[in-house]
């Protein structure tokens, strides 16, 4: 359900772009966005866990994920007017972006006392443990090289409906590694959410050609 909902990120995205870069869309796109919000409602009906407060969490998301998207775009558009080389790359983006999140990470390790739990944990005395914290670190880089590379390429849309692809072997690999408790209703309707995910990468790619 999650996955579906992230798809709601796709509508604020388009319409986001619409307003702050007057960039309008055919009929193809706003009709896969609309199959997006009835599957999402669809699905929180017929979701069997439903929780206001999770699905609260969830729409916050969307909209910080969709802030997110266009405040980079605007950034680099910004860019290209005010450097010397007209351009910001995707290293510069990457160092920039990952330096503001270390004030909040401070923060938040302050918050929440995880210096008193990393003094006390036994992880750290495990190699397998700094060998996952390494991969992780590396992926985790090589995700924001290419989400900066893709994003400079192409729109804050186009980045949002991509992220809609993955959604399919995501959601079935949720349903079966977590055992989520489903219905056939809410099957249903998780599987026309993904399916509209794809109709909108068709319609945004016969937009671009």
Same mark, same amino acid.
């Given at each position: +359900?999650?996955?579906?909902?992230? =798809?709601?990120?796709?509508?604020?995205?388009?319409?986001g772009?619409?307003?702050?870069?007057?960039?309008?869309?055919? =009929?193809?796109?706003?009709?896969?966005l609309?199959? +997006?919000?009835?599957?999402?409602i669809?699905?929180?009906?017929?979701?069997?866990?439903f929780?206001?407060?999770?699905?609260t969490?969830?729409i916050?998301n969307c909209?910080?994920?969709?802030?997110?998207?266009?405040?980079l775009r605007?950034?680099?558009?910004t860019?290209?007017?005010?450097?010397? &080389? !007209?351009d910001? =790359?995707?290293?510069? +983006?990457?160092?920039?972006?990952n330096?503001? &999140?270390?004030p909040?990470g401070v923060l938040?390790?302050?918050?929440? =006392?995880?210096?008193?739990?990393? &003094?006390?944990?036994?992880?750290l005395?495990?190699?397998i443990f700094?060998?996952? +914290?390494?991969?992780s670190?590396?992926l985790?880089?090589?995700i924001s090289?290419? &989400?900066?590379?893709f994003?400079?390429?192409?729109?804050?849309?186009?980045?949002?409906?991509?992220g809609?692809?993955n959604?399919i072997?995501?959601s079935v690999? !949720?349903i079966?590694?977590?055992?989520?408790?489903t219905?056939?209703?809410?099957?249903?309707?998780?599987?026309? !959410?993904?399916l509209?995910?794809?109709?909108?990468?068709r319609?945004?790619?016969?937009?671009?050609?």
């Open positions: +359900m999650v996955t579906v909902l992230k =798809n709601v990120t796709n509508v604020i995205t388009a319409i772009e619409m307003y702050l870069f007057n960039k309008h869309h055919d =009929n193809r796109v706003w009709a896969a609309f199959l +997006m919000i009835i599957s999402a669809s699905g929180g009906i017929t979701d069997l866990s929780h206001a407060v999770g699905y969490w969830q916050i909209f910080l994920t969709a802030s997110y998207s266009l405040t605007r950034v680099m558009d860019a290209k007017q005010v450097t010397k &080389s !007209g910001l =790359n995707e290293f510069s +983006m990457v160092l920039l972006n330096t503001l &999140s270390i909040l938040l390790i302050l918050i929440f =006392n995880e210096v008193d739990y990393l &003094s006390k944990t036994p992880l005395r495990l190699p700094w060998l996952v +914290m390494t991969l670190g590396l985790g880089l090589a090289f290419t &989400s900066m590379w994003l400079h390429q192409t729109g804050a849309t186009t980045y949002s409906l991509v809609s692809l959604k072997p995501l690999a !949720g079966l590694l977590f055992h989520v408790p219905s056939l209703e809410n099957s249903a309707s998780i599987f026309f !959410g993904l509209a995910g794809v109709f909108f990468a319609a945004k790619m016969r937009e671009r050609s």
